[in-house]
């Protein structure tokens, strides 16, 4: 399990019409057990039963058996329960032989009458495996799912290392210059009757720059909108298939346990540097931290790829989403938090009825995020000149700053036009007016009518002195920069920057200009905060060169205006 597979490891079996193995007679049976522990086998295999194997086995054995019960039946009384007692008499106290090394050959024998039940059941029943990865937690692989939010599935999930087959969560990971990898984990499960098969269909995984009105197979395929250089998805990798188990029911409890088997699949993934998407959206940086993660698997039954990305979400377990979330620049807090997503057209038609739902769902004290903070929702790229002519619920329009506030835990903006092949932005911003350490949710959905075209989910914390947000709005799976060991804000500023160190003390500060050349020097300040007078500095563009003293060097860009 340590390398993502089974559970479950198929065992060898024993074909009764065959001699047994040494191993299972005499001194070599008894192991390490005292002499005379294990019962007396004569070696007079291989063994014949009244019926034969020919009865059971093959396409000409289908007609000889009404249900799979009067299979079952006959092949345990014929061949189970007769070999039994070949092996240890007609009426053996089985209790005193399970403790000792001989009695495995018992497991061999019943993985030789699972074969033959398996063939049975997909020769003659047509009974197959059904793959499949959530879309919520309580998805059981049916379709469709009907899960409220198809973008926050539980089996994709990304870690920082090559560790998740055993931490199957995500971690705070970064993209920098220096490490633009990351590893996305996906998990399947079976809900047929039999084990999948191996090395035979794939399963891909791919990432996309996130909208709540994501299409197939754009942007996903390497999709570039018009006007920007780089690619707004691509395909992170594919991998073959392994078997996944049936269902185990342990009938050794009370009561019986069901024991579900699956399979982990790693990939890795050269992360998209946000900073490069940024160039796609100059006038809104908070763009650039938004992405999805799409799972497709392709299992050798049907998979319909036709329609809405929701509706093929809903409608195939095989084919899952998540939210991802990447940071690469400065840790802002104190100041209000600004999370935008697209709203997305990759039609080639005009779409004139586009709504959008935001939903804020309670936390498990069961007060939601508009009980704590401030939330103010607008839209950019143009679409701000369509404010008055939208059809509003729970939403207050300040005409002056263009932006709603949210006074309902649902609210609705109806009747959003968008031409063919166009990414439009909605950013909500979070002002905090309490702090309880409380994660908090909002699902944004998309709708062309009342059809659901997709969604994103956002995820803050309110903890910190005086009502700071711990992190930026942000998503389920959080990808960090390392340097978010340094806070350093407001940014941009004209007096005051906090500089604060979560981990070493800091020793010494240099403020130097865009040529190199110090202009503000701080030494020994060995303390884990400290705060930079800028206001002697002019308008510009600065770098803050920070010494710790764990000898580290960090620097922080920032503005003067």
Not at 222 to 230: E, F, K, N, S, V
């Amino acid at each position: 399990m340590s390398n993502g597979k089974s559970k479950f490891v198929p065992l060898p079996y024993w074909n009764p019409s065959e001699s047994i193995n040494s191993i299972f007679f005499g001194t070599q049976a008894q192991l390490i057990e005292p002499a005379g522990t294990f019962p007396t086998i004569f070696n007079d295999f291989p063994f014949d039963p009244h019926t034969p194997l020919s009865y059971f086995y093959g396409v000409d054995a289908c007609m000889n058996h009404t249900n799979f019960e009067v299979f079952i039946a006959k092949l345990e009384g014929d061949y189970h329960d007769k070999i039994l007692v070949k092996l240890f008499g007609s009426n053996p106290d089985l209790s005193t032989y399970q403790t000792m090394p001989g009695y495995s050959v018992i497991w061999l024998l019943k993985a030789f009458i699972d074969e033959i039940a398996y063939c049975h059941q997909k020769d003659c029943l047509d009974w197959t495996y059904d793959l499949y990865v959530r879309d919520d937690v309580n998805d059981i692989g049916s379709e469709p799912s009907n899960a409220p939010q198809l973008w926050v599935s539980p089996d994709i999930w990304v870690r920082n290392s090559a560790d998740g087959y055993i931490n199957q969560s995500s971690e705070s990971i970064y993209e920098s210059a220096q490490d633009t990898t990351a590893y996305v984990y996906v998990k399947v499960w079976n809900t047929g009757p039999l084990p999948s098969l191996t090395d035979v269909n794939n399963i891909k995984a791919y990432w996309a720059k996130a909208s709540a009105g994501l299409s197939l197979p754009e942007p996903w395929d390497g999709y570039i909108m018009p006007g920007c250089t780089h690619k707004l998805g691509e395909q992170v990798g594919e991998l073959k298939l392994r078997s996944v188990n049936e269902d185990f029911i342990d009938f050794t409890q009370m009561p019986n346990v069901i024991i579900k088997d699956y399979n982990i699949y790693e990939f890795e993934w050269n992360i998209p540097d946000p900073d490069k998407i940024t160039a796609c959206f100059p006038n809104q940086p908070q763009e650039k931290h938004n992405f999805c993660i799409l799972a497709v698997m392709d299992d050798g039954n049907s998979l319909n790829l036709t329609g809405s990305l929701s509706s093929i979400i809903s409608n195939n377990n095989n084919v899952a989403m998540r939210n991802v979330t990447i940071f690469s620049d400065e840790f802002f807090i104190n100041q209000p938090q600004i999370g935008c997503v697209f709203i997305s057209n990759y039609t080639e038609q005009v779409i004139n009825d586009i709504n959008l739902e935001i939903n804020f769902p309670p936390a498990t004290n069961n007060n939601t995020l508009l009980n704590k903070a401030e939330v103010k929702v607008y839209l950019k790229d143009g679409l701000e000149g369509q404010l008055n002519a939208l059809q509003t619920a729970g939403l207050i329009l300040n005409n002056q700053e263009e932006k709603y506030l949210v006074n309902n835990n649902t609210a609705t903006i109806n009747g959003i036009y968008l031409a063919a092949k166009t990414n439009k932005r909605i950013c909500i911003q979070i002002s905090p007016t309490n702090v309880d350490n409380q994660d908090y949710a909002i699902d944004l959905v998309q709708k062309r009518g009342n059809t659901i075209m997709g969604g994103e989910r956002f995820e803050i914390v309110l903890k910190g002195p005086g009502g700071l947000l711990e992190r930026p709005l942000e998503s389920p799976i959080d990808i960090k920069n390392e340097n978010r060991k340094i806070l350093f804000y407001p940014n941009p500023s004209s007096g005051i920057i906090n500089v604060i160190s979560v981990a070493s003390q800091i020793s010494n500060i240099w403020i130097k200009d865009s040529q190199g050349s110090i202009l503000l020097n701080y030494q020994d300040i060995d303390n884990n905060e400290f705060q930079i007078d800028v206001s002697s500095l002019i308008k510009g563009h600065y770098v803050a060169e920070i010494l710790l003293s764990s000898g580290e060097i960090i620097h922080k860009s920032f503005q003067i205006f």
